[in-house]
């Protein structure tokens, strides 16, 4: 009796685990490509490590234009859809401006 509680729980476990390891691969999966992509939504580029900000700090930065449209975003539908390497252009160009400052 003792032995068939012990590998029904361990059986559970496993399971669990498993489902936790799925999770994590389509974690990475997705970050992967995040990475390799040339358009995404303001949330998806807020999670990118070159991009600091959140993504209401970055809809505020389109409201107030220092970031353009068509340029650096661009309006589909109603969604912006973010340029990554125009969002890239713009932290390199703010931090050599503050570097040289």
Not at 61 to 70: D, H, Q, S
């Amino acid at each position: 009796m003792y032995i068939e509680e012990t590998l029904a729980q361990l059986s559970e476990q496993l399971n669990s685990l498993a489902l936790k390891v799925e999770r994590i691969q389509k974690i990475l999966e997705t970050s992967k490509s995040i990475d390799n992509a040339e358009f995404l939504s303001i949330n998806q580029i807020c999670e990118c490590k070159f991009w600091p900000y959140t993504a209401s700090a970055t809809r505020k930065m389109i409201t107030r234009e220092k970031l353009i449209e068509g340029y650096h975003y661009y309006k589909f539908d109603g969604k912006i859809i973010c340029s990554v390497e125009a969002f890239k252009n713009y932290m390199k160009n703010k931090f050599v401006n503050k570097r040289s400052a």
